[in-house]
């Protein structure tokens, strides 16, 4: 049967059925709840499209034009034409760019299954038209009111006869051919032109504050004359005491036919704010990766012998996220995006233990040990797909208590969708372009408007905010633009070159750069994602700076690095010396207490000139010659071991000097022999306390050796890394999707195939048949017999029930072979199985 011939749709299940494959398969896309559990027929499968939650989620995915146009649907007729949506939409004057997007958006609505049927009969879903429709409880968007149908439903006769005389219409002997009169006066435009030029001047105030919305108002129970002349005529109608609404009629009329105030057909172009060169937006970015690499590492060497405690509620405590910024000398927010980035890569978790702390993870170490391009891929593959949002750490949950960092409550399941889109925006720019916030914002508000509300705080617009930044400490973005290894990063294709020369800094681009989308795919396969961030870290490898495997020593006790340095070299600095300025260079400052701990370590004084010598591009200082060696003079003259504490010194009278020091009090000392002390404090303690008094004790073991202290490296058991939080179900891959449509089809045509009437009986339902064991074998033995096709129903081993079509070709032990008809396959199934059995019709 020809498209033409074909007979219109009654139901969304019979539009549905006139599909194609590829249709479906595009409405399952962009609907994948609506394949779990995949449905048995396309009945179900429209059901299933109706549901409230599903069409709540499919109008949230939907952009303003087709939110719009779905919203104009709901207040036309039912069904409606085309036409009549477009006047809805274009308005009498018929605007041309919202004629030329129509089509789309229906298309859009009729695809996602929202709305359904051909032009002359276009039907919104029950349930969209319900979510979408004006009521007194749930005003619609367009800022309509009932019709005047509607608005009259429980209005006396005599009233409404009185309404229809005094507007000049002619009385009727009923009230709904009254109304329908009426209503062809308010939808005239010359008839109701001419009345409303009847009215007074203060009346038609009242209309033009009501005509955009909202439509109800509040009025006394005498109203004034301005009122009642509306009020009389219709213009106006009363829907409870005291409340009047504007009919949906007039305030159409009144917009010159629009649904909406500001038909929204066009997307808001991502405007470029300033333009660079892609070179210096590159090597911003690689810096910047850089940098970020370093910080982790810094952060997670921090935690390295055992982090902060977890708080009982999980996550980490307001204090121990301020001691971490200022460890890492960054704001407490950057400092939270930090944290949650190693714990969203793996390689940060609790180690599990009864008093619980954070820890690096054995993944960390095999991080460490890859090459720093990877180790930033790593970083910006978990960034981009983590639903963990650092941006709420600080803020309220829903009972009002405080958002912690890597602790409950932080996922939001839209933000790997929004960063996602944020990036696929910044790489529709020229090379080397900026975006303005505002137009990132707009846009994303434009795409989906039913996602939060309307105001610059919604969550939406804030995730698209953090992710701008978050991009640029990262190093995706360079100076605001996608750099090459970000764009990499997403599976977009080259950028396209600035049509003039390039621009400096700040310089605005010209006016006939538009914005034009790469093709880049909303969401990568598993492989996929995989082969971006591969060419993301080889993008990047050559603008990451190599690893120096020198210093610059200088005269004031600091050694400058001026690069990054070799992991051997700058675990050693570490210990040798503290950080005092980071930046492009590093700067390392040598103190008492640095050479001591460098001692503590097992040091002596003779390796670390060898190592200042082997690794200083410049001679050592004869300063810092001097300060290794007091120190090492020093170092272990006093021993601390355990009695509870004790010092032993083989000089009395540097004891004697302890003694008579006020600050050692609090370690409560007593002589036991002349050149041993005893203490009311634990060794630590006692150390820390001599440490503290300007001497350089060392602990000693009970055997009266000298204890080697290293820092000891704390790691949580093997851990993965947290899994990103589905904002519904995933969306189905191909074969998933082709598997699908296949068993919906063979459902649908077991389920539709005409059935011949049982003898003596109606035609079956479309419920499983039933028969007894004789009848159903003696029917699949006939039609063995005359090549028949039958319908089945039949349960499987888990108790599932379905219907099948089924054309036998042998039955013998208890078995039928068939072929099936529903699964395109030759089959053999138990009779004991079958509940039942039916011919088919003859045509």
């Known amino acids: 049967m020809s498209t033409e011939d074909r007979p219109a749709p009654r139901s969304l299940a019979e539009a549905l059925r006139v599909r194609d494959e590829a249709s479906l398969a595009a409405l399952l896309r962009a609907r994948p709840d609506l394949v779990t559990p995949v449905p048995t027929d396309l009945t179900q499968l429209a059901t299933r499209a109706g549901t409230r939650a599903s069409v709540l989620r499919a109008l949230e995915r939907l952009d303003r034009f087709a939110l719009q146009t779905a919203e104009a649907l709901a207040v036309a007729g039912d069904p409606a034409t085309y036409d009549e949506v477009l006047g809805l939409m274009a308005g009498d004057a018929g605007d041309?760019?919202?004629?030329?997007?129509?089509?789309?958006?229906?298309?859009?609505?009729?695809?996602?299954?929202?709305?359904?049927?051909?032009?002359?009969?276009?039907?919104?879903?029950?349930?969209?038209?319900?979510?979408?429709?004006?009521?007194?409880?749930?005003?619609?968007?367009?800022?309509?009111?009932?019709?005047?149908?509607?608005?009259?439903?429980?209005?006396?006769?005599?009233?409404?006869?009185?309404?229809?005389?005094?507007?000049?219409?002619?009385?009727?002997?009923?009230?709904?051919?009254?109304?329908?009169?009426?209503?062809?006066?308010?939808?005239?435009?010359?008839?109701?032109?001419?009345?409303?030029?009847?009215?007074?001047?203060?009346?038609?105030?009242?209309?033009?504050?009501?005509?955009?919305?909202?439509?109800?108002?509040?009025?006394?129970?005498?109203?004034?004359?301005?009122?009642?002349?509306?009020l009389d005529r219709g213009l106006l109608l009363p829907t409870a005491p005291g409340t009047v609404v504007l009919p949906r009629e007039v305030a159409l009329h009144l917009r010159a036919g629009r649904a909406h105030r500001e038909p929204e057909p066009v997307p808001p172009a991502v405007e470029p704010a300033s333009a660079h060169r892609p070179e210096m937006v590159d090597s911003t970015a690689a810096g910047q990766a850089y940098t970020a690499l370093a910080t982790v590492e810094e952060l997670l060497k921090d935690w390295d012998g055992g982090g902060p405690a977890v708080l009982r509620a999980g996550g980490l405590s307001v204090r121990d996220l301020k001691r971490t910024a200022v460890a890492l000398d960054v704001a407490e927010p950057v400092a939270a995006f930090w944290v949650e980035l190693a714990y969203a890569a793996g390689l940060l978790a609790s180690d599990?233990?009864?008093?619980?702390?954070?820890?690096?993870?054995?993944?960390?170490?095999?991080?460490?040990?890859?090459?720093?391009?990877?180790?930033?891929?790593?970083?910006?593959?978990?960034?981009?797909?983590?639903?963990?949002?650092?941006?709420?750490?600080?803020?309220?949950?829903?009972?009002?208590?405080?958002?912690?960092?890597?602790?409950?409550?932080?996922?939001?399941?839209a933000a790997p969708e929004v960063r996602h889109r944020v990036l696929v925006l910044l790489a529709g720019l020229p090379a080397g372009g900026a975006p303005a916030a505002d137009s990132v914002l707009a846009r994303l508000r434009w795409e989906r408007p039913l996602r939060g509300p309307q105001q610059d705080d919604d969550l939406r617009s804030r995730l698209a905010r953090w992710t701008l930044s978050e991009a640029e400490l990262l190093g995706v973005t360079?100076?605001?633009?996608?750099?090459?290894?970000?764009?990499?990063?997403?599976?977009?294709?080259?950028?396209?070159?600035?049509?003039?020369?390039?621009?400096?800094?700040?310089?605005?681009?010209?006016?006939?750069?538009?914005?034009?989308?790469?093709?880049?795919?909303?969401?990568?396969?598993?492989?996929?994602?995989?082969?971006?961030?591969?060419?993301?870290?080889?993008?990047?490898?050559?603008?990451?700076?190599?690893?120096?495997?020198?210093?610059?020593?200088?005269?004031?006790?600091?050694?400058?690095?001026?690069?990054?340095?070799?992991?051997?070299?700058?675990?050693?600095?570490?210990?040798?010396?503290?950080?005092?300025?980071?930046?492009?260079?590093?700067?390392?400052?040598?103190?008492?207490g640095s050479v001591r701990r460098a001692l503590d370590s097992g040091r002596a004084?003779?390796?670390?000139?060898?190592?200042?010598?082997?690794?200083?591009?410049?001679?050592?200082?004869?300063?810092?010659?001097?300060?290794?060696?007091?120190?090492?003079?020093?170092?272990?003259?006093?021993?601390?071991?355990?009695?509870?504490?004790?010092?032993?010194?083989?000089?009395?009278?540097?004891?004697?000097?302890?003694?008579?020091?006020?600050?050692?009090?609090?370690?409560?000392?007593?002589?036991?022999?002349?050149?041993?002390?005893?203490?009311?404090?634990?060794?630590?303690?006692?150390?820390?306390?001599?440490?503290?008094?300007?001497?350089?004790?060392?602990?000693?073991?009970?055997?009266?050796?000298?204890?080697?202290?290293?820092?000891?490296a704390h790691r949580t058991p093997p851990r993965t890394a947290p899994e990103p939080v589905p904002d519904g179900p995933p969306p189905p891959d191909a074969t998933l999707l082709s598997a699908a449509i296949r068993a919906i089809r063979a459902g649908d045509l077991a389920a539709t195939t005409p059935r011949k009437p049982a003898a003596g009986g109606p035609v079956p339902d479309g419920d499983l048949p039933r028969t007894s064991s004789a009848e159903t074998l003696a029917t699949m033995q006939a039609a063995v017999l005359t090549g028949e096709a039958l319908w089945i129903g039949y349960v499987n081993a888990e108790g599932t029930a379905s219907q099948r079509v089924i054309a036998p070709i042998r039955v013998e032990g208890g078995f039928v072979t068939a072929y099936d008809h529903t699964a395109d396959e030759v089959r053999t199934y138990p009779l004991h199985r079958v509940t039942g059995v039916a011919e088919l019709a003859d045509d």
């Open 605 to 712: 004084a003779s390796d670390l000139h060898a190592f200042l010598a082997a690794h200083s591009r410049t001679p050592v200082p004869q300063p810092l010659a001097y300060l290794i060696d007091d120190v090492a003079r020093k170092h272990g003259r006093l021993r601390v071991g355990a009695a509870s504490a004790y010092v032993r010194c083989d000089d009395d009278a540097l004891l004697n000097e302890i003694l008579a020091d006020r600050r050692a009090a609090a370690l409560r000392l007593r002589r036991l022999a002349p050149t041993v002390l005893a203490a009311q404090a634990d060794p630590a303690a006692l150390l820390e306390g001599l440490r503290g008094m300007g001497y350089a004790p060392a602990a000693e073991s009970a055997e009266g050796d000298v204890l080697i202290t290293r820092a000891h």
């Open 96 to 230: 041309p760019v919202v004629s030329a997007a129509l089509p789309r958006a229906v298309a859009t609505l009729r695809e996602q299954a929202l709305a359904w049927g051909g032009d002359d009969r276009l039907r919104l879903v029950r349930t969209a038209r319900e979510l979408l429709a004006p009521s007194p409880q749930h005003p619609s968007p367009t800022g309509l009111g009932p019709t005047v149908q509607e608005a009259t439903a429980g209005m006396s006769p005599g009233r409404i006869q009185e309404i229809v005389t005094t507007a000049g219409l002619p009385s009727t002997h009923d009230s709904v051919s009254a109304m329908t009169a009426l209503t062809a006066l308010f939808t005239n435009r010359k008839r109701m032109a001419a009345l409303l030029r009847q009215a007074p001047g203060e009346s038609l105030e009242v209309l033009e504050r009501l005509v955009w919305g909202p439509p109800y108002g509040q009025v006394t129970a005498d109203p004034a004359p301005r009122l009642r002349w509306l």
């Open 478 to 592: 360079g100076r605001g633009a996608l750099s090459a290894h970000g764009r990499a990063l997403l599976g977009a294709p080259a950028p396209r070159p600035a049509e003039e020369g390039p621009a400096g800094p700040g310089d605005k681009l010209p006016v006939h750069h538009r914005h034009h989308e790469p093709a880049v795919r909303e969401s990568l396969s598993a492989a996929e994602q995989a082969a971006a961030t591969a060419a993301a870290a080889r993008l990047l490898a050559p603008l990451l700076p190599e690893p120096l495997d020198h210093v610059l020593l200088q005269a004031d006790l600091t050694a400058v690095a001026p690069g990054p340095l070799e992991r051997p070299l700058a675990d050693m600095l570490g210990v040798l010396a503290d950080v005092e300025s980071k930046g492009g260079a590093t700067v390392y400052r040598f103190t008492p």
């Open 352 to 413: 599990g233990e009864a008093d619980e702390r954070y820890a690096p993870t054995p993944a960390y170490d095999e991080w460490l040990e890859q090459p720093a391009a990877e180790r930033w891929a790593r970083l910006a593959g978990a960034w981009l797909a983590a639903t963990r949002t650092s941006g709420l750490v600080g803020g309220r949950d829903a009972k009002e208590r405080t958002l912690s960092a890597l602790g409950p409550g932080l996922d939001r399941s």
